[in-house]
C-alpha cells in the first residue's frame, strides 16, 4: 500500500512511502532570501516531511539537489553540511543540478531514505 502525505501544491504530494522507503520533495515556505536559507528551511521541511513518515535524514540513501544558481553552490553545501553532520556514516549519496525554477524559488530538495521497520 502506497501512503501519500499531500502538500500545498496541485497534482504532486510533499512526501509518500511504500514498504520501508520514504520519498519526500521540499522548498523553501520563504523565497524572499538568499540560498543558502532557502536550502536551510527546505531541508528543515524534509527533516519534518520524513518523520511524518517514520524516517529520518539519517536514513537517507539519495538525495537531489536542484539549484538555480550553480555560482551560489557553496552556500547551498554550507547549508547541507550544517545540516547533514559530521558523521560520515549517515551522509547520502547526493546529487547536486543546476535548473531553472519557478519563481524566486532558489533550491529545491528531494530525498528517498529509509523508515524505521516498525512503521
Known amino acids: 500500500m502506497i501512503e501519500r502525505i499531500a502538500g500545498i ?5 510533499k512526501s509518500s512511502a511504500y514498504k520501508d522507503l520514504v520519498f ?13 536559507e532557502q536550502t536551510k528551511q527546505a531541508l528543515e521541511v524534509i527533516s519534518e516531511n520524513l518523520k511524518e513518515l517514520g524516517s529520518s535524514k539519517e536514513s537517507i540513501l539519495s538525495a537531489q539537489v536542484f539549484i538555480a544558481k550553480m555560482d551560489e553552490k557553496a552556500e ?7 545540516w547533514i553532520g559530521p558523521n560520515q556514516e549517515n551522509w547520502p549519496q547526493r546529487a547536486c543540478l543546476g535548473v531553472e525554477l519557478e519563481g524566486a524559488v532558489l533550491v529545491e530538495v528531494t530525498v528517498v531514505a529509509v523508515r524505521s521497520p516498525n512503521c
Open 9 to 13: 501544491y496541485k497534482g504532486r504530494n
Open 24 to 36: 519526500s520533495v521540499a522548498t523553501s515556505p520563504d523565497t524572499s532570501v538568499g540560498t543558502k
Open 76 to 82: 547551498m553545501d554550507e547549508a547541507w553540511c550544517s
